[in-house]
């Protein structure tokens, strides 16, 4: 076998007659299989042993010669060879074919490649491939026309009248002589000079021609093999045949489209040694050709060949194509052994890195490892032994399992997998039971509950495999989400309530108002019920030397409760006291005002002061993000821990509950009701005088159910007290919102229909007072709807994200930096009034390009070159800047990727990026796995088109990111200039828009219901819109340039997640958008080699123009096109990538006729052959390394590694190289 790491791309092209020959082991004359009384395969049939190999390993068929000594000997018997019986997996044979036969690809695929190389239209060549007309290969001096067809009839009359001075055929021979008699290098030099003059539908006849004709010339493939002298024969063993329990067979499809192919071609032979009628012999050709056809893509062409039960037969295309096919099934998703998949439960007890595995499901996944150290320790005497003694469990087994897994860990992965949180790796601690125990703030990022989940557990086997999980893929380093960087590991639930009523304040609870020298007092005090976490206390400062207290008070004594001060203990000892929930406090002291002036009386301040807020989840969440960035991820792991253990206890010890009577009820309720049927009655009214449409009652009566709706929320909301424990689970963040409570208490509201609208009748009453049957009734339509909804949108939103992967798979942080000058101007987005993403967010992560200066003392605020965090982002904002020139992805010259620079933080580590992160992969998951967040809802007006018909959610991000021609779609003007004139026509139901530019004036129509967004007199730049709505990207990159389409997929894509609160780095999107901007449309050739109206990658573009220039030449002129990211995946440089991806069959033929060769340089195309991927690890800087790190025991338990530490020291060591070289 080929070792896989050894090459560096692949080329794939059409097999000639000899080449097929070349890989054959003989010729398979019969139809038989196997015979069916010894199951011994049959001499020269589809299974045949001196062909595809031995069916037992090193043993011929006679049984003369057995066993490996013999290896490679031929049976002088039975003529195997005796060798592995794995060559059967291997081994080719083929079919003679007794005339020639059309391959259908090549023939029927759009375009068709024949045809086009014969310029013969498609229905021609059908007629003459399947014997229905003649075809004039030699005119010879007769008044026929080369390639002209002839019926029967035709055909005689001709021969009658010319006789032998001309000659036509018939069936795939035909092809195959016009195809020898083309000359390629003759027909491009004649389509060149065409190419000239032409214009219009000839013109696109000829670029397609010349196209397939070029690449013919360029791959060295011969047009006249795609049609075939032979067949190949795949081997055996991937067309397999196993017997069945009842003595029957099953057997792969191709075994019985093989068969009917021998069957038909010794048929053939036979009539043609008998010299049968020409009428007999067409008809059996044809019955060959249509055999062939069926076995290559069965059901391409007329009705497919069935097998039992009217079930089509799947051929060799069936075979590639699709989600069961080869490449999605086997070469993108293989199966691996060392895992299991059990139910997941909740075990609060381990730590942030744990998981916990069941025993027997742990002894089974580490098994070899166990064998070994039974053997190594001498407790059994080889590894038969000891696999006994597992088998029978004995109780030695258990102490050797323990120490197996102490230095191993495992990784845990739910399905769905939708970002690459999905899979981490965890230590494996043994508990009973058969279920994997999770620890609950894991929870978050695999979206997992514990109603029944399942989540299966992998093992890493190899030593870097080990190192690998333990290094990147530990969960403690998953503290940030890949998708915004703000923490994934967010307490929620029991966490938040604990750590909110244990950070409560009330007013005169016990012992208020005593002060306390030291932590430790006030925890006696408590143990003696002095005091209570709520109340409110006095502490010296200089009890916690470590913390930074504000200049003048580290002796002062401040206030605080008893419980925010248990809460603060949790915290790193340098870190600031937490007294108040607010940012401000996360990253200063104490504010002064809680500090008790000299003399001043604890008791009085405390009358006089508000009582400070508790803790909330979005606050808990802040300040694991504050420990993460002060002090990385060890000591986060460990405050996550603390965190989750203290808000458990105190949940528990709080007592808090909830039962009906925590539910309030509000007395008018009933009045509020009564009052909106009033306004309902009369709208009712109106619409039966004709006033109003019924559309116009329905949405007025769904807009008066609605503020009724409202008018009792408020009323609740208004009533409920702090103390109450609904409040404070909805307050703290823990669980549920102020809807819940309208439903608990007030009324359900309005439900939905199964049509997508709102039914009219409400429901009035509450859960609490119950459901009459009609409202249950009607509830059950909403829940059915909300059921079905969300099935359909993780659909869409997962073939989006496949879509998204595949067009970017292969972005790769290829170098450190690309050397660009230019840069990408940013500035917050807004729609209208509204803020849909400011400046800061768009600013922190990213490397400026060039230095930013105070808009008032003209100051640098921050120099070019510099990766913005987040206080010089602020302190940027706070300056007033409102835009800054960053780098980009969109502006980086990386080829094949992006450097580090344009592409700034990491923001799953919050350091920079690294070389080789597969940022592409992140970005698709970072838009698609929120994409189950979004709406399935296109909002519409009515029906009118007009500013607010505009396609919102998860449909908005597929129109823009497949480039589509949008829904409410706006006019865009082509000039810069002014608004001269704005004139409506009655008549034609339209108003003109004129612009006046600068050297010409252009007049637009829009339609009458379009809302104008200019006035006269306004000034407009090309590209602006004119009237409300959609841009549609296609116009704007044709109208303006490929940065500015960039830059508004990029807004769009952003106002389309920011509207459902889905917050995206802008990083992401700029990957997707510059991958749909790659290729560009040439105009004219100039003196270059490239056709007219080709795609070529912009990268290839300018290395052709560059070569042209230096020699002097003309250079091409081309245009920037945008593709949708499914035409963006599908026209990629590697046919791999593209051929697994959609369209197999397509691809495949369009790359083998020109001789693809895939440079491999993506993720997927090297999954595909099995080679390790160039990206992380895999590239080849750190493919070289070797692991060597000599760490003491008690340091191992502490240090986590990263990346970066590597790098260093592989810095280092070269530096120490080239010093060595330079002495």
Same mark, same amino acid.
């Given at each position: 076998m080929i070792d896989v790491n050894k090459f560096e791309s692949m080329q794939i092209g059409l097999a000639s007659p000899n080449k097929i020959r070349s890989w054959s082991y003989g010729e398979v004359k019969k139809p038989e299989t196997i015979n069916y009384r010894t199951l011994k395969p049959e001499k020269d049939g589809l299974f045949d042993e001196r062909i595809f190999g031995p069916t037992k390993d090193w043993s011929c068929a006679c049984g003369k010669y057995k066993g490996i000594r013999y290896r490679g000997i031929v049976c002088d018997r039975c003529g195997v060879e005796v060798t592995s019986a794995k060559v059967r997996r291997e081994r080719m044979g083929h079919i003679e074919l007794a005339a020639p036969v059309s391959h259908i690809w090549y023939f029927k695929g759009i375009p068709s490649r024949m045809g086009l190389v014969l310029d013969i239209s498609p229905r021609a060549l059908e007629e003459v491939i399947y014997f229905a007309a003649y075809i004039v290969i030699d005119a010879g001096d007769t008044d026929l026309e080369d390639k002209q067809l002839l019926t029967e009839a035709e055909y005689r009359e001709k021969k009658a009248k010319f006789g032998n001075r001309f000659e036509a055929k018939m069936g795939a021979e035909a092809v195959?002589?016009?195809?020898?008699?083309?000359?390629?290098?003759?027909?491009?030099?004649?389509?060149?000079?065409?190419?000239?003059?032409?214009?219009?539908?000839?013109?696109?006849?000829?670029?397609?021609?010349?196209?397939?004709?070029?690449?013919?010339?360029?791959?060295?493939?011969?047009?006249?093999?795609?049609?075939?002298?032979?067949?190949?024969?795949?081997?055996?063993?991937?067309?397999?045949?196993?017997?069945?329990?009842?003595?029957?067979?099953?057997?792969?499809? /191709?075994? +019985?489209?093989?068969?009917?192919?021998?069957?038909?071609? =010794? *048929?053939?032979?036979? @009539?043609?040694? !008998?010299?049968?009628?020409?009428?007999?012999?067409q008809n059996e050709k044809r019955m060959l050709q249509e055999a062939v056809d069926a076995l290559i893509d069965n059901g391409r062409r007329g009705r497919p060949v069935v097998g039992p039960g009217n079930r089509p037969l799947k051929s060799l295309s069936h075979m590639l194509k699709g989600k069961q096919g080869r490449f999605r099934q086997n070469l993108l998703?293989?199966?691996?052994?060392?895992?299991?998949?059990?139910?997941?439960?909740?075990?609060?007890?381990?730590?942030?890195?744990?998981?916990?595995?069941?025993?027997?499901?742990?002894?089974?996944?580490?098994?070899?490892?166990?064998?070994?150290?039974?053997?190594?320790?001498?407790?059994?005497?080889?590894?038969?032994?000891?696999?006994?003694?597992?088998?029978?469990?004995?109780?030695?087994?258990?102490?050797? /399992?323990? +120490?197996?897994?102490?230095?191993?860990?495992?990784?845990? =992965? *739910?399905?769905?997998? @939708?970002?690459? !949180?999905?899979?981490?790796?965890?230590?494996?601690?043994?508990?009973?039971?058969?279920?994997?125990?999770?620890?609950?703030?894991?929870?978050?990022?695999?979206?997992?509950?514990?109603?029944?989940?399942?989540?299966?557990?992998?093992?890493?086997?190899?030593?870097?495999?080990?190192?690998?999980?333990?290094?990147?893929?530990?969960?403690?380093?998953?503290?940030?989400?890949?998708?915004?960087?703000?923490?994934?590991?967010?307490?929620?639930?029991?966490?938040?309530?604990?750590?909110?009523?244990?950070?409560?304040?009330?007013?005169?609870?016990?012992?208020?108002?005593?002060?306390?020298?030291?932590?430790?007092?006030?925890?006696?005090?408590?143990?003696?019920?002095?005091?209570?976490?709520?109340?409110?206390?006095?502490?010296?400062?200089?009890s916690m030397p470590e913390k930074p207290w504000p200049k003048g008070y580290e002796h002062g004594i401040f206030v605080t409760t008893y419980g925010k001060l248990v809460f603060n203990q949790i915290f790193p000892k340098d870190f600031f006291y937490i007294n108040d929930p607010t940012q401000e406090n996360l990253t200063h002291p104490v504010d002064e005002r809680y500090f008790l002036q000299p003399g001043e009386d604890i008791h009085e301040k405390l009358d006089n002061m508000k009582l400070g807020k508790a803790f909330k989840k979005g606050f808990l969440s802040d300040s694991i993000a504050q420990i993460y960035k002060d002090y990385k991820v060890q000591r986060t792991s460990d405050f996550l821990d603390d965190l989750k253990e203290l808000?458990?206890?105190?949940?528990?010890?709080?007592?808090?509950?909830?039962?009906?009577?925590?539910?309030?009820?509000?007395?008018?309720?009933?009045?509020?009701?009564?009052?909106?049927?009033?306004?309902?009655?009369?709208?009712?009214?109106?619409?039966?005088?004709?006033?109003?449409?019924?559309?116009?009652?329905?949405?007025?009566?769904?807009?008066?159910?609605?503020?009724?709706?409202?008018?009792?929320?408020?009323?609740?909301?208004?009533?409920?007290?702090?103390?109450?424990?609904?409040?404070?689970?909805?307050?703290?963040?823990?669980?549920?919102?102020?809807?819940?409570?309208?439903?608990?208490?007030?009324?359900?509201?309005?439900?939905?229909?199964?049509?997508?609208?709102?039914?009219?009748?409400?429901?009035?009453?509450?859960?609490?007072?119950?459901?009459?049957?009609?409202?249950?009734?009607?509830?059950?339509?909403?829940?059915?709807?909300?059921?079905?909804?969300?099935a359909l949108k993780t659909a869409n939103s997962g073939y989006l994200t496949r879509r998204l992967v595949d067009v970017a798979q292969d972005v790769i942080i290829r170098e450190e930096d690309c050397g660009t000058d230019r840069g990408l101007t940013v500035h917050a987005i807004t729609e209208g009034d509204e803020m849909i993403e400011p400046l800061f967010d768009r600013l922190v992560g990213r490397y400026t390009s060039k230095s930013v200066y105070d808009p008032e003392t003209h100051e640098v605020i921050c120099p070019a070159d510099v990766l913005m965090d987040e206080d010089m982002a602020h302190k940027i904002v706070d300056a007033g800047v409102t835009e800054v020139t960053i780098r980009s992805v969109f502006t980086c010259n990386t080829q094949h990727g992006v450097c580090k620079k344009c592409y700034g933080m990491n923001l799953a580590t919050g350091d920079d990026v690294e070389v080789g992160e597969a940022v592409g992969t992140v970005a698709a998951q970072s838009i698609g796995e929120p994409g189950t967040q979004l709406t399935m809802r296109n909002f519409h007006n009515g029906g009118v088109a007009g500013a607010a018909d505009i396609t919102q959610g998860l449909p908005r991000v597929q129109e823009l990111f497949e480039a589509r021609n949008p829904k409410g779609r706006a006019t865009i003007s082509e000039v810069t200039g002014e608004i001269t004139s704005i004139e409506e026509d009655p008549a034609e139901h339209t108003r003109q828009i004129t612009v006046k530019g600068q050297t010409d004036t252009r007049t637009y129509d829009v339609p009458y219901t379009a809302s104008v967004a200019v006035a006269e007199g306004d000034h407009v730049v090309r590209g602006d819109k004119l009237t409300l709505g959609s841009i549609d990207p296609k116009e704007l990159i044709r109208v303006r340039d490929a940065l500015t389409t960039e830059k508004y997929i990029l807004s769009e894509i952003q106002k389309a997640y920011r509207m459902q609160g889905v917050e995206i780095a802008d990083k992401h999107v700029e990957v997707m958008a510059r991958q749909m901007l790659q290729k560009v449309r040439i105009l004219d050739p100039g003196e270059t080699d490239i056709l007219p109206g080709e795609l070529m990658d912009i990268g290839e573009f300018k290395a052709r123009n560059r070569e042209v220039i230096i020699s002097g030449g003309i250079p091409a002129t081309a245009q920037s096109v945008i593709l949708g990211i499914t035409k963006a995946a599908l026209e990629t440089n590697s046919f791999l990538s593209a051929a697994s991806f959609q369209e197999t069959t397509r691809v495949l033929t369009d790359a083998s006729i020109r001789g693809k060769n895939d440079p491999l340089l993506g993720l997927k195309e090297n999954v595909i052959i099995g080679k390790i991927i160039p990206a992380g690890t895999g590239m080849p800087v750190y493919r070289e390394m070797e692991p060597k790190v000599d760490v003491p025991e008690d340091e191992k338990k502490k240090s986590v590694y990263s990346i970066a530490d590597i790098e260093k020291k592989l810095a280092a060591a070269d530096a120490e190289k080239d010093k060595g070289s330079a002495d």
């Open positions: 195959k002589e016009l195809l020898e008699q083309v000359d390629i290098d003759k027909e491009v030099h004649d389509l060149k000079e065409e190419l000239k003059t032409a214009t219009g539908q000839k013109r696109t006849r000829a670029i397609r021609r010349l196209d397939i004709l070029d690449a013919f010339k360029n791959s060295g493939n011969k047009p006249s093999w795609m049609v075939m002298d032979c067949i190949p024969v795949i081997p055996p063993d991937l067309r397999p045949m196993v017997q069945l329990d009842g003595g029957r067979f099953a057997t792969s499809d /191709l075994n +019985d489209l093989y068969r009917r192919v021998i069957n038909r071609n =010794n *048929r053939l032979k036979r @009539l043609l040694d !008998l010299n049968a009628p020409r009428i007999i012999v998703g293989k199966r691996v052994d060392y895992s299991g998949r059990s139910v997941i439960d909740v075990s609060p007890k381990l730590k942030f890195y744990q998981c916990g595995v069941p025993r027997p499901m742990a002894l089974e996944l580490f098994k070899p490892f166990v064998m070994h150290e039974l053997v190594k320790r001498g407790l059994a005497s080889n590894i038969k032994n000891a696999k006994r003694k597992i088998d029978r469990e004995d109780d030695d087994i258990w102490d050797i /399992l323990e +120490d197996v897994i102490k230095e191993r860990p495992v990784l845990l =992965n *739910r399905a769905p997998t @939708l970002h690459r !949180l999905g899979i981490q790796a965890f230590e494996p601690v043994l508990v009973p039971g058969k279920s994997i125990r999770l620890h609950p703030l894991a929870c978050e990022a695999y979206n997992a509950d514990f109603d029944g989940d399942q989540m299966a557990i992998h093992v890493p086997l190899s030593d870097e495999a080990v190192a690998e999980s333990r290094l990147l893929m530990l969960a403690a380093h998953h503290i940030l989400a890949p998708k915004d960087g703000k923490p994934i590991v967010t307490p929620s639930q029991d966490i938040v309530l604990g750590n909110y009523w244990l950070t409560q304040a009330e007013r005169g609870r016990e012992g208020e108002g005593m002060i306390f020298d030291s932590p430790a007092e006030a925890a006696i005090a408590y143990a003696n019920g002095d005091i209570h976490y709520h109340t409110r206390i006095g502490l010296a400062a200089d808000g458990y206890t105190v949940c528990t010890t709080s007592g808090l509950t909830i039962g009906v009577e925590d539910i309030p009820t509000i007395t008018d309720k009933d009045d509020i009701v009564a009052e909106a049927r009033k306004k309902v009655d009369v709208v009712s009214k109106q619409y039966r005088r004709g006033l109003i449409t019924d559309e116009e009652r329905h949405d007025r009566v769904i807009s008066i159910w609605n503020n009724c709706k409202d008018i009792v929320q408020n009323e609740i909301a208004q009533i409920h007290a702090p103390r109450n424990p609904i409040t404070i689970m909805a307050d703290s963040g823990a669980r549920g919102n102020i809807s819940n409570f309208t439903q608990l208490a007030g009324m359900r509201g309005l439900m939905a229909a199964p049509n997508g609208g709102m039914m009219e009748i409400p429901v009035t009453s509450n859960f609490r007072e119950g459901l009459s049957v009609l409202e249950m009734f009607m509830s059950t339509h909403g829940a059915r709807k909300g059921m079905t909804d969300t």
